[in-house]
């Protein structure tokens, strides 16, 4: 299973609509695409790729910073929408696509990030809405360490602010851009998933977030004009969710249990009954005929995929001899 930062995001702006979009199928509706913001995207990794794994680019220079855009025989995979940086967490694919990577004297990395707008004011990182901005450089960040690259918690965002008091367009949209630091923190990030990947074993629906607009709109289509939702009531989107993807992450879930309980035991192995008893323990299942059936077959596919071996009614690890 694979999840994009941006799913991650959804999940801490609402648990259901994170639910219904991965278990349900049932996706937000999306705006338009900003052409122009991806144009700048494109310009800026013009302007520093000119300048990767040579010397300090002029832009950088000019501020008094020496950064020089790193050269990383992934970068280009890095960058790419749907590939990105990749990490496994809990047996699931973590993934996002960066738009930059600087690197200093002593080999550390930066992770950039471009924005692109347009305001009277001059550009910052204040305003309440922009703590997205944060935490998509922070899980950036967390992403590139999982992949063996010493990361620095400061970040940079190129942020270009179009002007818009010209006399005449003159086929010309023209640009102030400014560069601010921002050090991260990712403590919230594996957390965060450990939560996520709990609402994906939900059988049922989350509760909405409260200040979830399509949530509320959802409401108040349903109960009328009053805003809140009604206490101890689930928005009621009339489609029939399928509980395929919700048993696929259970069952990677599972997995990993599995796993984590033979490397917790001493001499990595354990009897194949009570190992699927442990398995739903963890996962907090009742112990039912069902979903010691489903624990069973868990086990069994690990063995199949080589990382377990099953002998005499044990379960070992394939590592032990």
Not at 101 to 127: C, I, P, R
Not at 131 to 153: C, H, M, P, T
Not at 308 to 320: C, E, H, K
């Amino acid at each position: 299973m694979r999840l994009s930062r941006s799913k991650v995001d959804l999940f801490i702006e609402c648990p259901l609509c994170f639910w219904l979009d991965q278990c349900g199928r049932a996706k937000r509706p999306s705006g338009p695409p900003f052409s122009l913001n991806v144009a700048v995207d494109h310009l800026l990794k013009n302007e520093f790729d000119a300048s990767r794994g040579k010397g300090v680019p002029e832009r950088l220079a000019k501020e008094g910073l020496s950064f020089i855009p790193a050269a990383h025989a992934s970068l280009t995979r890095w960058r790419e929408n749907f590939k990105g940086v990749t990490r496994i967490y809990r047996g699931i694919e973590f993934f996002g696509a960066i738009d930059d990577l600087w690197q200093d004297m002593f080999g550390v990395h930066y992770v950039v990030d471009y924005k692109a707008t347009s305001k009277a004011d001059e550009v910052n990182l204040d305003a309440d809405w922009q703590i997205a901005y944060k935490r998509q450089v922070e899980f950036y960040q967390w992403l590139l360490r999982g992949n063996q690259l010493e990361v620095s918690d400061q970040a940079w965002f190129v942020y270009a602010n179009g002007i818009k008091d010209q006399r005449a367009f003159d086929n010309k949209l023209l640009f102030t851009t400014k560069l601010i630091p921002y050090v991260g923190n990712s403590s919230w990030i594996e957390p965060t998933l450990d939560r996520v990947i709990e609402c994906l074993n939900l059988q049922s629906p989350p509760k909405p977030s409260e200040d979830c607009a399509y949530c509320q709109y959802a409401a108040k289509r349903k109960y009328g004009d009053r805003i809140k939702l009604p206490e101890s009531k689930v928005v009621d989107v009339n489609i029939r969710i399928p509980r395929k993807a919700t048993r696929e992450a259970n069952k990677d879930a599972e997995s990993t249990f599995a796993l984590e309980i033979l490397q917790e035991i001493p001499d990595k192995r354990c009897q194949i009954d009570l190992l699927a008893s442990k398995i739903m323990e963890r996962n907090k299942k009742r112990l039912t005929t069902t979903n010691k059936k489903r624990a069973l077959e868990v086990i069994y596919e690990l063995q199949n995929a080589g990382v377990i071996r099953l002998q005499n009614g044990m379960a070992i690890l394939a590592t032990v001899d």
